[in-house]
């Protein structure tokens, strides 16, 4: 099968192209940036940059043949969200639509994976949360971005498209950059080993539900090769929550010199609104597809530490 990937260049991207990869389709993939990372090598079968949400330029790419997109295009770090929400708004949406918009004119019958995010869900609520769970309309930019893009998804599949909708909670894993919870805490860590001064933090009670992006990967691979899947959305998650002290306490255990760094609470970062615990339910995507979270935490966090040159990236 000829698998699109776009935003390929992404933290998900090499993970997800080595999936596909490994089970012998052929991955192209889609990005903003001139060529592709060096690391995707012999995982990608082809190469282009676009500017995805110009639907001139998705006009210029060659798509008759594919058998399916898997849409990781977009704008992911919530902070950022709420200095340019319009910004979030255009780019979350309009990866998607545009492209989807090119795929009904032409007839396609590709099954393009829209990737959401588990954010988008109401916290105020049972847990699990399912795929039934309410949804927030008064989220973060971010995540009404990604309200706006699901409805987008939703119309392009009453007009026929074959088109799915993901849910990944919280993943982690090898080659993550800053602006998420680990590697931020890791690059903490790195500043006080340096200055030997106390590292500081926030609440780190908090407890969230995470995934390793090689598992997450493995999800949408799973979705995009099934045939005739049941629903129209799923959830990807590994059904439990932790908090970001055990978080920390690992990644202090898995780094040179952790043992000596002292962890004190900053109170300009405390935020006093932030959520207790949230995690959700693959139930769903494992009667579907057999998919369940494979990866432990502690493994998770020590190859975030001591990555392959690959997954370094």
């Known amino acids: 099968m000829k698998i699109v990937v776009t935003g390929i260049n992404g933290f998900v991207g090499y993970h997800l192209a080595k999936e596909l990869k490994a089970r012998g389709c052929h991955v192209v993939g889609i990005g903003h940036d001139e060529q592709p990372n060096k ?25 008759n043949d594919v058998d399916s997109v898997v849409s990781l295009a977009g704008l992911a770090k919530v902070g950022d969200s709420f200095e340019d929400p319009e910004k979030y708004f255009h780019v ?13 004119e032409d007839g396609s019958k590709a099954r393009v994976i829209a990737v959401s995010s588990g954010a988008v869900y109401d916290s105020g609520q049972p847990l699990p949360l399912t795929e039934g769970s309410k949804v927030s309309a008064t989220g973060s930019p971010y995540a009404r971005s990604k309200i706006m893009m699901e409805k987008a998804a939703s119309k392009f599949r009453e007009d026929g498209l074959d088109c799915i909708i993901v849910r990944p909670f919280n993943h982690i894993g090898p080659g993550q950059g800053q602006g998420f919870l ?26 969230r539900d995470y995934t390793d992006v090689r598992d997450v990967a493995r999800a949408y691979a799973d979705l995009t090769l099934v045939n005739q899947p049941k629903y129209d959305i799923y959830n990807v998650c590994s059904g439990v929550s932790r908090s970001g002290q055990e978080l920390l306490d690992i990644l202090l255990n898995k780094t040179k010199g952790g043992d000596s760094i002292k962890v004190e609470i900053d109170r300009s970062l405390l935020r006093p609104n932030d959520i207790p615990e949230l995690y959700g339910s693959y139930q769903r995507l494992s009667e579907e597809t057999g998919w369940q979270p494979k990866i432990p935490l502690q493994t998770t966090i020590e190859d975030f530490v001591s990555p392959t040159t690959s997954e370094s990236s």
């Open 39 to 63: 690391y995707l090598g012999r995982l990608i079968d082809g190469y282009n940059s676009c500017d995805l949400t110009d639907p001139e330029e998705v006009k210029k790419l060659a798509l």
């Open 92 to 104: 979350n949406v309009e990866t998607l639509a545009v492209l989807c918009r090119r795929l009904l």
């Open 182 to 207: 680990l590697p931020d805490l890791f690059a903490k860590i790195e500043a006080a080993k340096s200055s030997g001064k106390p590292m500081k933090v926030g609440n780190l009670k908090t407890k």
